[in-house]
């Protein structure tokens, strides 16, 4: 696409870097950059609430007897990489299932296919059979809703920033904007504008999506954020591909 700053992209930041880590893309990877982060949709570790598991410490201490199945929507993802930490750093031992999208993950859940899962948090707290544990965040932007999370960082001591598994903003080509920076300036004032707009909130609410998830982040965030999943993405990289280290 010609670099004008009429061609955009769109898309969730950490499944796509994690993609990057996994398998090396085609082009440079500082010939795109991301801006105007749309939300913050924290990772969690969530139950049936048939479960026998009542709070996380109970999947920690089983996942030390024996290995837990973990489903997820697919390895290389945020939450995936939370639940692999979790383990590391606790000592329980978590086999990632991936079960191919969101819905799959939560069924899964529901009827016993896997012990437990972990997916953006938003996709799971409306679910009257689901229960919330733990999130990978600093803070619970739905206590009524989530009142069992904890916060894994602080409760385990992880020492690791919030691990966001929704984080969608817009993509551009680095050179349209060298280019053309007067555009891009009239492309990122007028999406600043946007989170002031009450049509806007009014629009999100519509769609029974939490409004406490939906803030405005900066290319400056959006690249800190980028540089934290990919930094932590290659620590774990043969357990994000499903392979073994020789």
């Not at 795109?32 to 570790?45: E, G, H, M, T």
């Not at 946007?194 to 009014?202: G, Q």
């Not at 409004?211 to 994000?240: I, M, N």
Request: aromatic share 10%; proline share 7%.
């Amino acid at each position: 696409a010609e670099a004008d700053c009429y061609n955009l992209l769109f898309g969730n930041m950490g499944p796509e870097v994690l993609n990057w880590v996994v398998k090396k893309p085609t082009f440079p990877l500082d010939a795109y950059f991301y801006f105007a982060q749309v939300d913050a949709d924290p990772a969690c570790i969530f139950v049936s609430k048939r479960s026998k598991f009542k709070n996380i410490d109970d999947i920690i201490a089983e996942g030390r007897k024996r290995t837990l199945t973990v489903g997820t929507s697919r390895l290389a993802h945020p939450a995936s990489l939370g639940a692999l930490v979790l383990a590391t750093k606790t000592g329980a031992k978590f086999n990632l299932i991936p079960l191919s999208g969101g819905r799959n993950t939560r069924a899964g859940v529901t009827t016993g296919e896997v012990d437990l899962g972990t997916l953006p948090s938003s996709s799971v707290v409306a679910r009257k059979n689901l229960e919330v544990l733990a999130l990978f965040d600093d803070k619970n932007p739905l206590p009524k809703r989530m009142p069992k999370a904890v916060l894994t960082n602080e409760h385990f001591k992880l020492g690791l920033p919030p691990l966001i598994a929704g984080a969608r903003a817009f993509g551009i080509q680095a050179a349209a904007v060298k280019k053309y920076p007067d555009r891009f300036k009239v492309l990122n004032d007028t999406l600043m504008k946007v989170y002031t707009d009450p049509a806007y909130k009014a629009a999100v609410i519509k769609t029974k999506a939490p409004w406490e998830f939906f803030h405005y982040g900066s290319a400056e965030d959006c690249k800190k954020y980028v540089a934290w999943v990919t930094e932590l993405g290659q620590q774990y990289r043969p357990l994000l591909t499903g392979r073994k280290k020789k």
